[in-house]
């Protein structure tokens, strides 16, 4: 059986928050929530994996340090040895205390430049990708949860606890592309609907 896809739609935080719980509890795994902002215990509570950034974090700032460490050396005390404010130039060591706050610049200035872009790329979210969220209300008040299942009797007993979590809108697609489609195909017959019921008004003003 192919692979369908539920979307409950939630509009608050504490009951995403409580259908998740209730989902993982039930022995299903949540794929992913669309939010408008960090939900806090939300990665707890699908049963998401630390995050290895931190340790990426600490590898650009070793990465940071020892490039700077190697550039002052050789411009301070190699290449061409300078006497700033008589301190002596025939050594790194002798001259470490000059040195610490280029130091600590150039690793803080590693560590976070590289650690924000590897968190980018990692989320797919560099230069000229696609958009990825199949519903743009998450971007404003409300949160999706997108769960990813085959068996019939396993969808059905999904709906039941998202409905009775209380979930907005419940639908299940072959894909996200169904999804969009939908819902592009809802805003366009909305704005038909606003633009007769403009266009109705003027004519009404006009008789009068």
């Excluded at 230069?127 to 519903?135: A, K």
Aim: aromatic share 10%; net charge positive.
């Amino acid at each position: 059986m192919a692979d369908k896809i539920i979307y409950g739609l939630y509009g608050d935080d504490d009951h995403v928050l409580k259908a998740t719980k209730e989902i993982v509890a039930s022995g299903f795994s949540v794929n992913e929530v669309y939010s408008p902002y960090p939900v806090h215990g939300l990665d707890t509570a699908m049963g998401l994996k630390y995050s290895r950034l931190a340790i990426t974090s600490f590898l650009y700032g070793l990465t940071g340090f020892a490039l700077i460490t190697l550039l002052m050396w050789f411009i301070m005390i190699s290449d061409w040895p300078m006497i700033i404010g008589g301190k002596p130039n025939f050594s790194y060591g002798q001259n470490l205390p000059a040195f610490i706050p280029v130091t600590f610049e150039a690793t803080v200035f590693c560590a976070a430049h590289l650690m924000v872009i590897t968190f980018l790329f990692r989320c797919g979210l560099f230069p000229g990708s696609s958009s990825r969220n199949p519903d743009p209300r998450t971007t404003d008040d409300k949160f999706l949860m997108e769960i990813i299942e085959s068996d019939p009797k396993k969808i059905k007993e999904i709906k039941n606890i998202l409905k009775k979590s209380g979930a907005e809108e419940i639908k299940v697609k072959n894909s996200e592309s169904e999804l969009i489609e939908e819902l592009s195909e809802n805003t366009v017959t909305k704005k038909k609907k606003l633009k007769l019921k403009s266009s109705k008004k003027t004519k009404k003003r006009k008789n009068e």
